[in-house]
Each structure stands twice: as C-alpha cells, then as structure tokens.
C-alpha cells in the first residue's frame, strides 16, 4: 500500500494555552517533513479545533482509498486514549461506515522518549552539584493501570539515567501528588531535586508543576530543586509518531508485509559481533553458533549463561564498552544493550561500512530485522513482523503446525 494515499490523524488533548497548541502543531509540522505526500492533520479532544470526530470525518472524505491511521498524541493509556478517541472515531465513522481505521498504540514508554525525559533533566539542572533524585510527574487518571504505567516509567528511568532514585508523582486525580512525592524523596534525604513533568506540550498541568514544585521549595531552603521543561516538539517524538503511522498502514487492508527483504544468512566460518550480554544477546547467541558463525561478544557484563559459552571457547567475549572500530572486519551485527545512545552509535557504525545491524530496542533503526523462527522436519520457518513479539511467535507457531500437519499427511 502508497503510504501517501493514507492520511494520518494526530489526536491530541487540547490546551487553553495558545503556545501549547502552537507546540502541538509544530510536532505536526516535524511529523509531516518524515511523511512526505501523506496528508497530516490534527484534531483535539477538547478546547480547541478541529475535534478529533470533525479532523476524522474530513480526512477520511479525502481519502483515496478509505483507509485512515490515527495516532493518539497521549504517552499513557487513560480515559481520553481508551473511550474518548475511539468514540470520536465511531462517530466520524457513521458518514463512511466502509472506512478501515487503525488506530494506534500511544507514544510511551519509548526509549527515546525516555532518552528525551533524561536530557531535559540534564538541561533544566541549575544545583552546584549533580541532582540525585527525579521526582517524575505524571497526569494522573482514575484508571489503575494507567497510573501504574507511569510508576512503571519512573523504575525504567531509574534504571538507564544517572539518579539514586526517580520518584513517581501525579498532578491530579490520584496520589502520591507532586508535594508529597517531594516529601518523600526529602525524608530518604535527598536535597538536590529535578522535577520532570512527563507531559508532550505546556499548559495547565505544567504550570500546576512549576506552582507546586516552587511552593515546596520555598519552605524547603535547604533543598536544591529545578523543574525541567516538557518533552515539546523535537525531533524524537515526531519519529515515534511517524513510526506508530508506518507500522499501522502495514495492518490496513491491501497492506503488503514488513518493509524487509526476506533472506536466510550463511553465517559459517564468519564474524558476527553483538554490543550487549544481556537478555537478548542470550536469546540469540545459541542460533548464531549453530548457524557456525564466529561470535565476539562486546560487553562489561555478561548473563550466567554467555558467560559459561565464553569460558569454553564457544564464543569469544571482550569485556569492556564497546568501539567503533570493533566493527571492523564484521560480516554482521546486532546491538542488543539497553542503552538506546549506544545502540544508535553502532548501527549508525556499521551502516557507514555497509554492514548489516539488528537494532534489538528499535528495529527500523537498523538494517536488519530478526524474524520468530521454528524448526519442522529439516525446515526452518520465519516470522518477520510487525514489531509485535506476541503476535509473530503466534504466526510462527500457527506456520509450525500447519506445515507439521501437511508433512505428517503426505509423509514426507
């Protein structure tokens, strides 16, 4: 399928603020420049026009092939994601009840949204030394799993950023709230905090964060405590909604599969490197020795299990970061750490020297994807998706037993 003959509809919130619209429609304007020919739009959920039913309902008249993707401009999974935009777009439907309409996932917890969050704190941090806490500020819903979603994000920023600790708070609705959060993260003993609002555009909720966030410091002298800037209109959030779009035209009706050329690799007798000793690399390791490939492993730290391949001589592990260099001579390569800068650096490395690179924590950052594969009476069988794990492994498993069941019955 053209992806241009398929408009995109940006659902977004809605502001009173007029720079929140206008940074709202800036992102638009970045998301359009990486869709060239498709036709961008966005409607709003409340306090502005186009309503996201009125934005549906024209983009789906000018639509050549009555197919629409919408995005919802959302980090979470609250009401608006959930009732109000589906809504919107059951209305808009009534007037082209034959439209196909993928609507997407929201936007968070990318990686790089999560990178965006990390450096705006960096930006924002004003203290004579580094903060050591992030108190990280959500909207907050009446929805229970949409709020454990963003204590979720609070752990993972944790994990990848440089703070002791990230303590999850809520502007509204639920609690802990943004002076209680700071309380807390106060009594643990910290005393030099940056508060990061998870919120796309300003508004209300980030005025309500630089109110609170600067009436707790007033009667907390003793505490350092800056307040970092919103995610706004940058170059990482329009590719994650660019990307949500790609990936739904795949799902609309006439779509062809995923944008890769199906290949097997004869990997005997070659270098083949993975950045990264985790999870993933422990995943696929075991496929590339069988396929006889010669493995380097590139990694500070390594899985029991990789560790014990690398003691006997299965594969042949170097114990530090990664290097540019260290692609040299590489026929391929996957980038499988948890750090998204790092992975970026290699698979930007080996594109330079026409090396093919999975990029495990984004795979259209790469050149190279890796597919579900099964193995049935001296065949293999392959899955590449959509980005969607689940529902590869389950075309995978569906292939497995129809081609077992076909072997079994003519007996070969």
């Given at each position: 399928m053209n992806e241009a003959s398929t408009p995109l509809?940006?659902?977004?919130?809605?502001?009173?603020?007029?720079?929140?619209?206008?940074?709202?429609?800036?992102?638009?304007?970045?998301?359009?420049?990486?869709?060239?020919?498709?036709?961008?739009?966005?409607?709003f959920v409340e306090l502005h026009e186009p309503s996201v039913q009125e934005a549906v309902a024209a983009a789906l008249s000018q639509s050549a092939t009555g197919n629409l993707v919408v995005v919802p401009l959302m980090l979470g999974s609250g009401g608006h994601v959930r009732r109000d935009i589906p809504d919107a777009i059951a209305d808009a439907r009534t007037k082209s009840p034959l439209a196909s309409v993928s609507y997407t996932a929201p936007l968070?917890?990318?990686?790089?949204?999560?990178?965006?969050?990390?450096?705006?704190?960096r930006e924002a941090w004003s203290g004579p030394t580094p903060a050591d806490t992030?108190?990280?500020?959500?909207?907050?819903?009446?929805?229970?799993?949409?709020?454990?979603d963003h204590v979720r994000l609070a752990r993972l920023l944790q994990e990848e950023g440089e703070f002791a600790e990230v303590v999850p708070a809520f502007i509204q609705v639920t609690r802990p709230g943004l002076p209680e959060a700071l309380d807390r993260a106060f009594a643990g003993g910290a005393r030099s905090i940056i508060v990061v609002p998870n919120f796309l555009f300003p508004g209300r909720l980030r005025t309500w964060t630089r109110?609170?966030?600067h009436a707790w410091s007033e009667s907390h002298p003793e505490a350092s405590v800056s307040v970092a800037e919103?995610?706004?209109?940058?170059d990482a959030l329009a590719e994650v909604v660019a990307e949500r779009y790609r990936e739904a035209v795949r799902r609309l009706p006439g779509a062809a599969g995923a944008p890769v050329y199906l290949s097997g690799l004869d990997l005997r007798g070659r270098d083949v490197l993975l950045v990264g000793a985790g999870r993933v690399a422990d995943r696929r390791v075991p496929g590339l020795?069988?396929?006889?490939?010669?493995?380097?492993?590139i990694s500070p730290e390594a899985t029991p299990a990789l560790r014990a391949l690398a003691g006997s001589g299965s594969l042949h592990w170097i114990e530090r970061a990664v290097q540019a260099g260290d692609l040299d001579g590489m026929w391929f390569v996957m980038a499988t750490t948890d750090d998204p800068a790092v992975n970026a650096m290699v698979a930007a490395t080996a594109e330079a020297q026409h090396i093919f690179c999975v990029r495990a924590?984004?795979?259209?950052?790469?050149?190279?994807?890796?597919?579900?594969?099964?193995?049935?009476?001296?065949?293999?069988?392959?899955?590449?998706?959509?980005?969607?794990p689940a529902r590869s492994a389950h075309a995978r498993d569906v292939a497995l037993d129809a081609v077992s069941a076909w072997l079994d019955d003519h007996g070969v």
């Open positions: 509809v940006i659902a977004a919130h809605g502001s009173a603020d007029p720079e929140g619209v206008a940074v709202c429609l800036e992102l638009a304007e970045l998301v359009r420049r990486r869709l060239p020919g498709v036709a961008v739009t966005a409607g968070g917890p990318d990686p790089r949204l999560r990178a965006v969050s990390l450096q705006r704190a992030m108190v990280l500020v959500g909207r907050g819903t009446s929805l229970p799993e949409a709020n454990a109110e609170q966030a919103v995610i706004g209109a940058c020795l069988r396929a006889g490939a010669h493995v380097r492993l924590d984004w795979a259209p950052g790469g050149s190279a994807w890796t597919p579900a594969v099964g193995h049935a009476a001296g065949l293999s069988i392959g899955v590449v998706g959509d980005r969607t």
